[in-house]
Each structure stands twice: as C-alpha cells, then as structure tokens.
C-alpha cells in the first residue's frame, strides 16, 4: 500500500511549470514530512497526491494502481484553511455525516463536542473546524493522510492538541501520513523521514 | 416614529407587493363569466363610479375585463418564466458541471438564442404550433432563458472551485450528489429572483403577442386584445378603453419588477448594497 509519485509535470500558467519531474515514494504507515519555502509547489503536490488535481504528466500510484476515478479516496487531504473545507450552510453533523458515520467515543477521542454537531461552520472556532476536517477524513476506507500545513493558524496548544489526535489516530489503525509544512521543528516531531522540497534555482 | 430598518422594510415591501399580484391574480379568477356580458343599454359609457374604467362598444365593463385580462397575463407569465427558469437552470448546472464539451454547447445555444431578436423568434414559434396559448408561452419560455442560464453557470462554476466540492468528491460523491446538495441550494435564491424577474418581460410579450394576433384568441379576455379591439374607437373620442387597461398592465409589470429587485435585496443583501 505505499504511495509512489512519478515524474509529476504541473503549471498553472502555460509555460511556467510549478512541479517539473518530481517523483517520490511513502511506505505504508510512513510517517513523512515535505518541507520547503513557501510558493514551491508543496500544496500542489499534495493536491496532485490526493487526486483533487490533474497533472499534465506523471503519475501518482497507490498499492500499485493508479487512484480509482469513483468513490471513496484512500487518500484523504486535509488542508490549511477549515472554514473553507466545509460548506457554510450545512450544520456540521452533516458535513461530517458526508465521508462517514464516527460512533460517540470517537468524536470524543477527537475533543468535538456533541452541541458543535448542530452548529454551523461560522458558529465555530478555526482550531475547533480543523478538528471536524481531521476526524472526517479519518474515515475507515483511509489509507492515508496528507496534511498539508493543517495548524499554520492556530495557537501554539491547538497545534499541539490537533497533531496528537491525528497521530494517534493514524498509529491506532496504521496510516501514513504526509506532513506538508515550513516548520522544520513541526517536521522533526511528527514525521521519520523529512523530504526538503525547496527547489533548485536554475 | 422609529425608523425601520431596510431590510425590514424591503420585506414589508415585498410582502406588501407580492399581496397586491395575488389580489389582481385572485380577483380576476373570482370575476364570473356574468360580469363581462355584453349589455347594449350601457354601451360606450365614459369611465364613472359605477364602471370605473368605463363600458366598450358592447357594454361591457372595462374594469372587469382590464382585471381578468390581467389575471389570465400573470397566468401565462408565470407558467411562461417558470419554463424559461427551469430551462436556464438545466443549462446553466450542466454547463458549469459538464465536461468542456457540454460547456460549449450550451455557450453556443445561449448565443444562438441571444442572436434573434426576441420577438421575431416568439412569433415563428408561436405561428409553429398553432398560435394560441401554449405556443405563445412556449416561445417566450424558448426565448428568455438565456441571461439566467449565464448567470446560474457563472455561479456554479464559482462554488464548484470551492475546497468543500473536492473534499466532496473524496468521500466518493458524484456530481450529480454534489449538484443536488451542495450546489442547488446555493443557487436557489438567484434562480428565484431570476424567474420574479422574468416576469414582467413574459406579460409584455404576452400582452404584444396578443395584441399582434399572434398570441391569445379574440374570444379570450386578454388585455393584448382589448388593446387591439379597442383602436378601432379611440378615433371615436373612446380613449378610455384603451388607456386604463394599459395603464394597468404597465403598473402590473413595474410592480412585479419592483418586487424581484426589492427581494433580490433581502436575499443578497451585500451584493445589492441596500
């Protein structure tokens, strides 16, 4: 079940190529960190990964086989900015209630209350949003997770609350992880492997 | 007396005109066949207490039939721009949804449809099935969904951008599930204001239709055709018979644009800048 990127080609302008040739592999269960400068590519990539974008060449292969076109995505991204992640007019047991159905002591595991479940997105916190879009994406088809720079805004304590859950979310049922940060320290506590995306000026 | 606040008063407002449309839309429903005999000792009867817009060459009270033309236009008008809404809502989701393919297909059609003038292409549809009722609305149904269409793409493919849409895609949903749930509701509220606005333009065509001979028969109380029947005698001093029935239909039209704009307010109140 590992994650191969292969030779990846991305722009999006004609001619200015954001991710030119970038390929790279993730075990099963690996927990990685991709670090580099901000505007390198790293949130492109991680889109690419996950399948929210098309390159314009390479691949992305997951156990093998290229990630299947319908249903549920084994590899779940999770991003910066919550409050855009859900949609503002659905209460947010149902935005959760549309990846999957967590039981009472999941959600607690998670620190969401049971009265947010009846909020809308606008009714909560940015740090309490990022909670429900960890626990959404940790649905039981996922495989993997890739974070990309999931606590950027938030308090120094949020930070470290929400990288707990998620960890021993992911050590619990064996999933990678991909940290997309520019915080080497985040990179170092989270991850075993850290990959410098900072590009090579011509 | 303290001051409402605006948007308080664009819903009374609203409320206020919305009840005034359905009075006209009642009234004229209500009115019996009776009320529009023909009674020769009232002929030509200039406009007084008891016949407010004044009798016709047959007798007939002109208020009456000014109320139950205006009845049967907000008929025709509604089914007319419900048609034009539904179709612009079709095109407009599957443009914005749809493959590029798709995209420039229904581009071309709303071009198409732009390029003949309105009225012309009204009156080939109209003459193409038959004229009467259903040809009429038909062909402004056919003409007048082209500006929504545009207006429900451009929507559409800005919330389709949204992190929420492939966060959705993720968990397995398919466009069809997206489209339903996500993005209908987000688009309700300009597809209603879309079709109150709508119909003003279906009642003028209707009325111009009609008018023209194009449109309702001449056995129907329609104001196209009072306005039609009654230039023969406006050259007789007359003038009534035709300037309180078009007077009205001209207030009717202004009033239900006046609503669409005054809820377009409540429903995007930063857009509007009330």
């Given at each position: 079940?590992?994650?191969?990127?292969?030779?990846?080609?991305?722009?999006?302008?004609?001619?200015?190529?954001?991710?030119?040739?970038?390929?790279?592999?993730?075990?099963?269960?690996?927990?990685?960190?991709?670090?580099?400068?901000?505007?390198?590519?790293?949130?492109?990539?991680?889109?690419?990964?996950?399948?929210?974008?098309?390159?314009?060449?390479?691949?992305?292969?997951?156990?093998?086989?290229?990630?299947?076109?319908?249903?549920?995505?084994?590899?779940?991204?999770?991003?910066?900015?919550?409050?855009?992640?859900?949609?503002?007019?659905?209460?947010?047991?149902?935005?959760?209630?549309?990846?999957?159905?967590?039981?009472?002591?999941?959600?607690?595991?998670?620190?969401?209350?049971?009265?947010?479940?009846?909020?809308?997105?606008?009714?909560?916190?940015?740090?309490?949003?990022?909670?429900?879009?960890?626990?959404?994406?940790?649905?039981?088809?996922?495989?993997?997770?890739?974070?990309?720079?999931?606590?950027?805004?938030?308090?120094?304590?949020?930070?470290?609350?929400?990288?707990?859950?998620?960890?021993?979310?992911?050590?619990?049922?064996?999933?990678?992880?991909?940290?997309?940060?520019?915080?080497?320290?985040?990179?170092?506590?989270?991850?075993?492997?850290?990959?410098?995306?900072?590009?090579?000026?011509? | 007396?303290?001051?409402?606040?605006?948007?308080?008063?664009a819903a009374i407002g609203s409320a206020a005109m919305l009840a005034i449309v359905l009075?006209i839309y009642?009234?004229?429903?209500?009115?019996?066949?009776?009320?529009?005999?023909?009674?020769?000792?009232?002929?030509?009867?200039?406009?007084?207490?008891?016949?407010?817009?004044?009798?016709?060459?047959?007798?007939?009270?002109?208020?009456?039939?000014?109320?139950?033309?205006?009845?049967?236009?907000l008929?025709?008008g509604?089914?007319?721009s419900?048609?034009?809404?539904?179709?612009?809502?079709?095109?407009?989701?599957?443009?914005?949804?749809?493959?590029?393919?798709?995209?420039?297909?229904?581009?071309?059609?709303?071009?198409?449809?732009?390029?003949?003038?309105?009225?012309?292409?009204?009156?080939?549809?109209?003459?193409?099935?038959?004229?009467?009722?259903?040809?009429?609305?038909?062909?402004?149904?056919?003409?007048?969904?082209?500006?929504?269409?545009?207006?429900?793409?451009?929507?559409?493919?800005?919330?389709?951008?949204?992190?929420?849409?492939?966060?959705?895609?993720?968990?397995?949903?398919?466009?069809?599930?997206?489209?339903?749930?996500?993005?209908?509701?987000?688009?309700?509220?300009?597809?209603l204001i879309?079709l109150v606005l709508l119909f003003p333009?279906?009642i003028?065509?209707?009325?111009?239709?009609?008018?023209?001979?194009?449109?309702?028969?001449?056995?129907?109380?329609?104001?196209?055709?009072?306005?039609?029947?009654?230039?023969?005698?406006?050259?007789?001093?007359?003038?009534?018979?035709?300037?309180?029935?078009?007077?009205?239909?001209?207030a009717l039209v202004l009033l239900i644009d006046r609503l669409g704009n005054t809820a377009r307010r409540l429903f995007?109140?930063?857009?509007?800048?009330?």
């Open positions: 079940m590992r994650i191969e990127v292969r030779d990846i080609v991305f722009g999006y302008t004609k001619g200015k190529k954001v991710l030119d040739g970038v390929s790279l592999s993730i075990e099963a269960g690996e927990r990685v960190a991709l670090v580099g400068p901000s505007g390198c590519g790293k949130s492109t990539l991680s889109q690419i990964i996950a399948g929210a974008l098309k390159p314009e060449s390479g691949e992305v292969l997951f156990a093998g086989k290229s990630l299947p076109r319908r249903g549920f995505c084994p590899i779940q991204l999770i991003r910066q900015h919550p409050e855009k992640a859900v949609n503002p007019r659905w209460k947010l047991g149902r935005t959760l209630a549309e990846a999957w159905a967590p039981d009472d002591s999941f959600l607690a595991a998670m620190g969401i209350e049971k009265a947010w479940l009846d909020r809308y997105p606008a009714e909560l916190s940015g740090g309490e949003l990022q909670r429900f879009c960890i626990a959404r994406a940790l649905a039981p088809e996922t495989r993997f997770i890739i974070a990309d720079e999931i606590s950027t805004m938030l308090d120094v304590i949020t930070q470290a609350q929400l990288w707990e859950l998620l960890l021993h979310a992911a050590s619990s049922r064996g999933l990678g992880i991909l940290a997309v940060t520019h915080s080497e320290r985040l990179a170092a506590h989270v991850s075993s492997r850290i990959i410098d995306f900072t590009p090579h000026m011509p | 007396m303290k001051r409402l606040n605006r948007r308080t008063a009075a009642i009234g004229g429903a209500m009115i019996p066949d009776s009320a529009l005999q023909a009674d020769f000792s009232q002929r030509g009867l200039a406009p007084s207490a008891t016949h407010l817009f004044g009798t016709d060459f047959l007798g007939r009270d002109m208020f009456a039939r000014t109320v139950k033309g205006l009845s049967l236009s008929a025709v509604a089914a007319a419900a048609m034009a809404a539904i179709i612009a809502l079709a095109v407009g989701v599957a443009a914005a949804m749809g493959r590029s393919a798709v995209d420039h297909a229904a581009n071309w059609f709303v071009d198409l449809f732009m390029s003949v003038p309105h009225t012309v292409l009204i009156i080939l549809i109209a003459i193409a099935l038959d004229r009467g009722a259903a040809g009429m609305m038909l062909g402004i149904a056919l003409t007048h969904w082209t500006g929504l269409a545009r207006v429900i793409r451009g929507e559409v493919l800005q919330i389709r951008a949204q992190q929420y849409i492939t966060a959705s895609r993720g968990f397995g949903k398919g466009s069809l599930w997206i489209a339903r749930r996500h993005i209908l509701p987000h688009v309700a509220p300009q597809f879309g333009h279906a003028m065509h209707e009325s111009g239709l009609t008018f023209l001979g194009f449109g309702l028969p001449p056995e129907q109380p329609a104001i196209g055709i009072i306005l039609s029947e009654s230039m023969k005698y406006i050259s007789s001093g007359m003038v009534w018979l035709a300037v309180f029935p078009g007077l009205s239909l001209a995007e109140p930063r857009e509007a800048q009330l």
